[in-house]
Nanobody, 122 residues
Framework: QVQLVESGGGLVQAGGSLRLSCSASGRTGSIDNMGWFRQAPGKEREVVAHIKWIARVTYYADSLKGRFTISRDNTKNTVYLQMNNLKPEDTAVYYC???????????????WGQGTQVTVSS
């Protein structure tokens, strides 16, 4: 089992920045990929970005390229999501996920965090 805990969400004005963190514990040696997803009220969950746990390979949703950056620190078992130039439409609950599939980009994840709220005011 892998446990994931997100942090760093909050309220920010449009144009501002936030950095989300996702700390993994448990059987982290089984992780191949990690990702960030988000779900806005009344909308389906959507992928934000993926990152391989070992190799420096990343994937972004097309609409978020250039504003969001996913990174990881394996020494801390932590994945980050740097979000810049935030817009009101970025308001959502952001979830961290970890997976053991070796397909790329990952089609499924095995473990999920509880989510952290990001609210962007106009």
């Amino acid at each position: 089992q892998v446990q994931l805990v997100e942090s760093g969400g909050g309220l920010v004005q449009a144009g501002g920045s936030l950095r989300l963190s996702c700390s993994a514990s448990g059987r982290t040696g089984s992780i191949d990929n990690m990702g960030w997803f988000r779900q806005a009220p009344g909308k389906e969950r959507e992928v934000v970005a993926h990152i391989k746990w070992i190799a420096r390979v990343t994937y972004y949703a097309d609409s978020l390229k250039g504003r969001f950056t996913i990174s990881r620190d394996n020494t801390k078992n932590t994945v980050y999501l740097q979000m810049n130039n935030l817009k009101p439409e970025d308001t959502a609950v952001y979830y961290c996920a970890a997976g053991t599939t070796r397909t790329w980009p990952p089609s499924a994840y095995d473990y999920w965090g509880q989510g952290t709220q990001v609210t962007v005011s106009s």
